[in-house]
């Protein structure tokens, strides 16, 4: 997508910074067809999250940042643009200085979503200069908006950076909600633009029926059957 503005292309991209493969143990694409399937929604940039793993996945048609959805002892977070993986357990203190301490950004998950795990929403901790930390306000499996308002008043109250994505297990779900922000060529950029704020949170909710794949996936797993 392009905008014209006093003569000069400004250049803007969707991004869909929290997904799972089938390394994830209730995700059903092979990390290849969950970047075929990003290219063919014409999303500028992705990020694989898988459950306590870090799944490494290169693309020469779409950005692709490293990233992991981490249990701690109190909820989920996720490390954008670390380098090493982060093991589940930890406390989400210790898990937040250890994606810092990889040069990545602390990203709290559908928080206030009362039908999933909890997020680890650190309200006791120090988000000072050095703690490089962002809300998802909008995740597309929320079951209704009122997640996403809480988690949007959340955010302004503590100034953090807002995101929007699809919390995608199957390929129906990439992309429908998402993270907007002018193009970036590298994940420095991605994560520089998110720390400044210079992105919106957009995109609908996904049906309620995707959430029934979860637990079909965990099945598939169990039995050592690859989905798609």
Known sequence: MALFKLGHIISYVRADLHTHSWYSPDGWMS???LLRVAKKQRLGAIAV?????LTVVQSDDILVIPGEEIRT??????????????????SPEETTDRIL???????IPHPFDEFRRKSALLLNYDYGPRKRTAVEVLNARYLSWKPYERALAYAIAHNLPTLGSSD??????IGR??????????????????????VVPKGRLSPPWVHGFSPLGRVAHSLRLMPL
């Open 177 to 198: 909600a998402y993270t907007f922000m002018h193009y970036c060529d590298d994940v420095d950029c991605v994560l520089g633009r998110i720390l400044k704020k210079e």
């Open 101 to 107: 301490e990889q040069g990545g950004i602390v990203v």
């Open 168 to 173: 995608a297990h199957t390929p129906w779900e």
């Open 49 to 53: 999250t898988d459950h306590n793993r």
């Open 31 to 33: 990390p290849e067809h």
């Open 73 to 90: 002892t109190h909820g989920e977070l996720i490390g954008l643009g670390i380098t090493e993986e982060i093991p589940a357990g930890l």
